[in-house]
């Protein structure tokens, strides 16, 4: 079983929609989280990083975390064809610059225009 | 932005044979890690280096060897291709030190197929 758990595997909404994605850790040790996104073709690239509970917003973006459910989550508010794409919850046990990343499988978004 | 380029960005290899994926970043990054993506799977770790001459095992790291010459560059070697080796590779760097340097930053992918 994977570390981190994302879904759903695969979302549509319609352009201008709100998209929610979802991030589950089954190993407690993980406190740092991030979401990277990948457009088709290309290398992920970082999105934003959430440590404490609570929300984290950016632009349209906010991150939520709750670290005695081990969940995490992503909300892009006012969605966009340019958003779709395939985006990664990662984890990491501590924020130690030798401390290893892992990713979740991935949920791939698809905006409708 | 951090560059990371990776070459080759596509290889045909047959089973048996030995590939050789490089990595080039021009950030003075410490860590550099290989990573490959499959459908389902994400992004799962084979072997990373904090400093030139010294690697480390992944997750995943059995079927492949890795090489760190210098700061800037990171290969990968699969001294005997197979077919389940088939897959992306992404190559990708990150600072280390501070909440900034914990971010990685990415190639843009090498596609192999083999055959």
């Known amino acids: 079983q994977q570390k981190v758990q994302q879904s759903p595997e695969s979302l549509s909404v319609p352009e201008g929609g709100m998209a929610s994605l979802n991030c589950t850790s089954s190993?407690?040790?993980?406190?740092y989280f991030w979401w990277y996104r990948q457009h088709s073709g290309e290398g992920p690239k970082a999105l934003m990083?959430?440590?404490?509970?609570g929300d984290k917003k950016e632009g349209r973006f906010t991150a939520h975390l709750n670290k005695a459910s081990l969940h995490v989550s992503l909300h892009i508010r006012d969605s966009q064809p340019s958003d779709s794409a395939l985006y990664f919850c990662?984890?990491?046990?501590?924020?130690?610059?030798?401390?290893?990343?892992?990713f979740g499988g991935g949920t791939r978004l698809t905006v409708r225009p | 932005e951090a560059a990371v380029t990776q070459s080759p960005r596509s290889k045909v290899a047959v089973t048996g044979g030995k590939v050789t994926l490089s990595c080039h970043q021009t950030?003075?990054?410490?860590?550099m890690y290989w990573y490959r993506q499959d459908t389902g799977h994400g992004l799962r770790l084979i072997h990373y280096?904090?400093?030139?001459?010294?690697?480390e095992k992944g997750d995943i790291p059995d079927g492949y060897k890795a090489s760190r010459p210098s700061q800037e560059n990171f290969s990968l070697i699969l001294e005997l291709a197979s077919l389940s080796q088939t897959a992306v590779y992404f190559c990708?760097?990150?600072?280390?030190?501070?909440?900034?340097?914990?971010?990685?930053?990415f190639g843009e992918g090498s596609r192999l197929i083999v055959v």
């Open positions: 990708a760097s990150r600072e280390g030190t501070g909440n900034s340097g914990n971010t990685l930053y």
């Open positions: 190993d407690r040790n993980f406190q």
């Open positions: 990083s959430i440590f404490s509970d």
């Open positions: 990662a984890a990491r046990v501590n924020n130690n610059a030798g401390a290893k990343l892992t």
């Open positions: 950030n003075n990054h410490d860590y």
């Open positions: 280096s904090y400093v030139a001459d010294s690697t």
